[in-house]
């Protein structure tokens, strides 16, 4: 029936035209499989790592602060936990070595972020932002924005 159609389409209307059809029908059902391909919304629970935060921007953060995309603005979820340690930093001693140092004047920061997405086999979605272990992510709130790096998804 379709076929008769685009054949139908080829007469009336030229190649283009049913080109332009055809491309459309398979916009919509790409679409449709990618829709069908997302499990329902489910909460998701992440741990970005922020390293080399001033005190007092480490501060500022806090658990229940809601997160949000960037861009886009979009409430992705909260933060449910933060711990805090010194940053470390590889440090070449004078005979070659190289050993972690510490930095006194700055934080590394895990926050951990909780939220709505959805799954499927091939991605994590919380409203239009992707979550992947090793990805940059911007953490943005009402009081800071923090570049980190997702290093853990929990199941």
């Given at each position: 029936m379709v076929?008769?159609?685009?054949?139908?389409?080829?007469?009336?209307?030229?190649?283009?035209?049913?080109?332009?059809?055809?491309?459309?029908?398979?916009?919509?059902?790409?679409?449709?499989?990618?829709?069908?391909?997302?499990?329902?919304?489910?909460?998701?629970?992440?741990?970005?790592?922020?390293?080399?935060?001033?005190?007092?921007?480490?501060e500022q953060?806090?658990?229940?602060?809601?997160?949000?995309?960037?861009?886009?603005?979009?409430?992705?979820?909260?933060?449910?936990?933060?711990?805090?340690?010194?940053?470390?930093?590889?440090?070449?001693?004078?005979?070659?070595?190289?050993?972690?140092?510490?930095?006194?004047?700055?934080?590394?920061?895990?926050?951990?972020?909780?939220?709505?997405?959805?799954?499927?086999?091939?991605?994590?979605?919380?409203?239009?932002?992707?979550?992947?272990?090793?990805?940059?992510?911007?953490?943005?709130?009402?009081?800071?924005?923090?570049?980190?790096?997702?290093?853990?998804?929990?199941?």
């Open positions: 076929f008769e159609k685009v054949k139908k389409a080829v007469k009336d209307y030229g190649l283009i035209a049913s080109l332009l059809i055809l491309i459309i029908l398979g916009a919509i059902i790409f679409n449709l499989r990618a829709q069908s391909s997302l499990e329902k919304e489910r909460k998701i629970v992440f741990e970005v790592y922020c390293p080399d935060i001033l005190p007092e921007v480490s953060v806090r658990v229940g602060d809601k997160v949000f995309t960037d861009p886009g603005g979009m409430l992705i979820g909260k933060v449910a936990k933060v711990r805090a340690e010194p940053s470390k930093r590889p440090v070449t001693t004078d005979d070659g070595k190289v050993v972690v140092g510490i930095n006194p004047l700055s934080y590394d920061l895990y926050i951990t972020v909780e939220g709505r997405g959805r799954v499927s086999e091939r991605l994590i979605a919380l409203k239009n932002q992707v979550i992947q272990a090793n990805a940059e992510f911007r953490l943005t709130s009402a009081r800071y924005q923090l570049k980190g790096l997702v290093v853990k998804i929990f199941d």
